[in-house]
């Protein structure tokens, strides 16, 4: 009987507040002490901050006839979300990790295969 390789033990803490972002883009760098820095945003319209419509001779809410910004259809918002501040080593997990997890979604998508349940970490 071979011995047994030692083991250690990983406990999941949550923290208050703690919930998935949906993101779409990412603005960052590299710090001036070699560390990957990266903001993650969605991308989505702009809204209005006010609006004002017509009253229709009936007494119902008639279209727009002012909208404010008025630049506010020509712009877009990035909301960032979160950000996450990387060093070299876990930059390099964090870039295997989701190639793998890239190839599996295509993989997917190619409908050669199942999503397999429950996630995987990287960092080792």
Not at 19 to 46: C, D, M, Q, T, W
Not at 113 to 123: C, D, L, N, Q, T
């Amino acid at each position: 009987m071979s011995p047994k390789n030692p083991e250690i033990r990983f406990t999941y803490e949550y923290r208050e507040g703690y919930g998935p972002h949906y993101v779409n883009g990412a603005l960052g760098g590299v710090s001036p002490r070699g560390e990957i820095i990266a903001n993650f945003f969605f991308e989505k319209p702009a809204l209005p901050t006010m609006v004002v419509n017509e009253i229709t001779p009936s007494g119902t809410i008639g279209g727009e006839i002012v909208e404010e910004p008025a630049e506010m259809r020509s712009s877009f918002i990035r909301v960032v979300t979160t950000g996450v501040i990387l060093n070299h080593e876990s930059a390099r997990n964090l870039h295997a990790w989701l190639g793998e997890k890239i190839k599996e979604l295509e993989f997917f998508q190619q409908g050669q295969g199942v999503i397999k349940p429950g996630p995987k970490e990287f960092g080792h």
